[in-house]
């Protein structure tokens, strides 16, 4: 089974590509910055770093999700892979996935729209009928619909990123490869989901024990001010449980979307990017 035999892969690849832990652990310490300045500086100041790297790390998603998905799926194929291959598959993806990313965003902008609308109409029509039982109801269901739809998109269209770059594949194309994928596969979909589920439950359960035990005062009091030393301590906290984690998720994704399209053990590296102009960056 496909959920069972990528994860039973991963030890495996992690152990003998440890390269894949550098670009998530250099992700986790630029979030975790973002969380100490926010903890330490004055709430403008503080309002305004946390601003600058939340802007960074939009633009900056797509070239690590490029170059960590390619290390992944050329490490699979047991190439060699480096922070130059990190490098080169960000840099020559970076535009399918930000046009793919902008794509998924309007769906959700556009299903968050709706969403308000129709909680404005049904309190509207809520109160104007007397407070009705039945608007309630159309009300809960329509949104069960809304939410429904949510859920959907972001099921089928998960292995954009995977797609676009395991198979080369342009923003358009990448969306309708994904959705392909899952459709045929949708069993062993919901299997993954599970695990990965299962598995985010697990560790989030021991990261807020962890919290809860050390001398970070956010769980207890959120309030608190909130010394440099004890921000670190929660940074350091962040990074020693959630960034093996990450490396976890990434290769068991690729392992299993390689599993899903019938490539596992066959090369699917991309050709290095010519030197005409970027592979696979069409929109």
């Not at 004055?42 to 999700?65: D, K, N």
């Amino acid at each position: 089974m496909a959920v069972i035999n990528a994860l039973k892969k991963v030890p495996g690849l992690l152990g003998s590509h440890p390269i894949l832990f550098v670009p998530i652990l250099l992700l986790y310490i630029v979030t975790t910055a973002q969380t100490v300045t926010q903890s330490v500086l004055p709430p403008l100041a503080g309002g305004v770093v946390a601003l600058v790297i939340s802007g960074l790390l939009f633009l900056l998603t797509p070239l690590y999700q490029g170059g960590t998905i390619g290390m992944a799926n050329e490490a699979a194929d047991s190439s060699r892979t480096s922070l130059g291959s990190f490098v080169r598959y960000g840099k020559q993806y970076y535009l399918s996935i930000f046009g793919a990313f902008l794509l998924i965003l309007a769906m959700m902008t556009a299903l968050g729209i709706v969403a308000l609308l129709l909680a404005v109409v049904v309190f509207l029509s809520y109160s104007a009928t007397g407070q009705s039982l039945a608007v309630l109801v159309i009300g809960g269901v329509a949104g069960l619909v809304v939410v429904g739809l949510y859920v959907t998109v972001s099921v089928f269209l998960q292995f954009h990123g995977h797609a676009i770059v395991i198979e080369d594949l342009g923003a358009v194309d990448g969306l309708k490869r994904s959705a392909e994928v899952v459709t045929e596969n949708i069993r062993a979909v919901v299997g993954y989901f599970v695990v990965v589920l299962t598995g985010s439950l697990v560790v989030g359960g021991l990261y807020i024990g962890a919290l809860w035990l050390s001398p970070v005062p956010f769980l207890t009091d959120p309030a608190a001010t909130v010394s440099l030393e004890l921000a670190f301590l929660e940074g350091l906290l962040s990074i020693l449980f959630l960034w093996p984690v990450g490396a976890v998720y990434l290769v068991y994704s690729v392992l299993f979307y390689r599993s899903l399209i019938g490539t596992d053990g066959e090369s699917t590296a991309p050709p290095a990017e010519p030197a005409e102009g970027p592979a696979g960056s069409s929109i």
